[in-house]
């Protein structure tokens, strides 16, 4: 019983959450491990970090993490082009994406997200010694990190209409009251001119 009432106190919101990631998690290791052979890992790494079991909160960071994973993706690959094999680049490059996430971008809703899609991409070129090669792969792991910011954004929309949380349910009630609520209003003003022209003469007023 102890059990039934922690994942009711909080609106079963972590079951949500399980449901959301093992969908997304299944969808691209289908994608990416099945249909392309790749290595599904980071793009699940990335689509844990977008996904949320409210659509509101997931869309309110989902511009933050794609921004910052998008200047991660840059300086990474910047660095997998000029730093060559070295070993110094990985701390450099963190140093230099922070500081352009801090000072530059000054987007601050998941900054964290930048310097972490920069590590991703270098150190996934670090272990190949060929410059190509490392671009090659650099590249790749950009394009499974923002698959699964994708991911975890759209499965988390898609579950929001198939198993709504509570407090969505009751936002959509108190939206579809508000939306009945002024189209009765309007009707109300189209049938009767002299309520039309007393609200008008109202709102003349809050005008001036």
């Not at 801090?102 to 991703?120: F, G, L, N, S």
């Amino acid at each position: 019983m102890k059990w039934l009432e922690r994942f009711a106190r909080d609106d079963w919101l972590g079951v949500h959450f399980a449901l959301n990631v093992f969908i997304a998690t299944t969808l691209l290791w289908l994608i990416l491990q099945r249909a392309a052979g790749l290595n599904p890992i980071w793009a699940i790494s990335s689509m844990v970090a977008a996904s949320d079991p409210v659509i509101k909160q997931a869309a309110r960071t989902f511009r933050g993490r794609i921004t910052n994973a998008l200047l991660g993706c840059a300086v990474g690959l910047v660095f997998l082009v000029l730093g060559g094999s070295r070993d110094w680049k990985l701390p450099l490059a963190l140093a230099v994406t922070v500081l352009l996430s801090t000072y530059v971008v000054r987007v601050q809703v998941m900054w964290r997200q930048a310097p972490i899609t920069a590590a991703i991409v270098i150190a996934a070129g670090m272990a190949h010694h060929s410059d190509l090669s490392a671009l090659e792969i650099g590249v790749r792991r950009v394009g499974e990190v923002l698959l699964g910011c994708v991911m975890g954004l759209v499965v988390s929309w898609a579950m929001s209409f198939i198993w709504p949380t509570p407090g969505a349910k009751q936002e959509r009630v108190g939206a579809t009251a508000t939306a009945q609520t002024m189209h009765t209003g309007a009707a109300t003003c189209a049938t009767n001119p002299n309520q039309k022209s007393v609200l008008t003469s109202g709102q003349r007023k809050q005008h001036t």
